[in-house]
């Protein structure tokens, strides 16, 4: 079974800190992706990679990067914390870009105070 | 726009029952649409993938079918349980999204014992 691992269910931290999610899948997936999702407005594409180095901004970039540097991990980085980051970030891999099954992880619940 | 709607956006029925979710797709232009599942305050598990070539997929209780030319899935739930309980999210790869999924809101689904 292919499995994505999110580093932290539960952050809470403080406006204005660096924040690291970090999200590993252990099947050679070529591509990964993270998302937040809030009530209401439904899972949003925040980056996504296609290969190792490699990052594409989704519909949401901003306030945010990535980092890539081996295959089967993909950061997220939020170098200045603010409230309205407050959600349920959400990691995924897949295989193929058109037609690859996506998988996601358990989810991390950052808050910021 | 390309959008992806699922009707109901909730349902609540007895356990036992058969039931049927939607989902419909603004372009019949489809590399493959992937039903999931979410509990509250998890990530998303990956339940059926139908890619473009294919009528229906099978697993289990669970039965997802497409059909590009009316732009619908629908995902049917045989003899429905209590632990079938969840929200119920499609996402349907469009071939001009440039490989990025597009997202139904999802349909919460209670199952009563």
């Known amino acids: 079974d292919v499995k994505v691992t999110q580093s932290s269910r539960y952050l809470v931290k403080r406006t204005g800190e660096k924040v690291f999610l970090e999200c590993v899948q252990d099947m050679d997936h070529e591509n990964m992706f993270w998302y937040r999702q809030d009530p209401g407005l439904g899972l949003r594409l925040i980056y996504f990679?296609?290969?190792?180095?490699?990052?594409e901004k989704g519909d949401i970039p901003e306030g945010y990067s990535v980092s890539r540097e081996k295959k089967e991990r993909f950061s997220l980085i939020l170098e200045s914390a603010s409230t309205n980051q407050t959600s349920m970030y959400l990691c995924a891999s897949s295989l193929y870009r058109n037609t690859g099954e996506l998988f996601f992880g358990e989810g991390s619940r950052l808050t910021v105070l | 726009k390309q959008e992806v709607t699922q009707i109901p956006a909730a349902l609540s029925v007895p356990e036992g029952e058969n039931l049927v979710l939607n989902c419909s797709f603004t372009?019949?232009?489809?590399?493959?649409l992937q039903w999931f599942r979410q509990d509250p305050g998890k990530g998303l598990t990956s339940l059926l993938l139908?890619?473009?070539s294919q009528r229906e997929q099978t697993s289990g209780r669970l039965n997802a079918s497409l059909d590009k030319s009316s732009g619908r899935s629908t995902l049917y739930i045989a003899a429905s349980q209590p632990g079938d309980s969840a929200t119920y999210l499609c996402?349907?790869?469009?071939?001009?999204?440039?490989?990025?999924?597009?997202w139904g809101a999802g349909t919460k689904l209670i199952i009563k014992p």
């Open positions: 996402a349907a790869l469009l071939m001009d999204s440039n490989y990025q999924l597009i």
């Open positions: 139908i890619q473009s």
């Open positions: 990679s296609y290969d190792v180095k490699m990052k």
């Open positions: 372009d019949s232009a489809i590399y493959n």
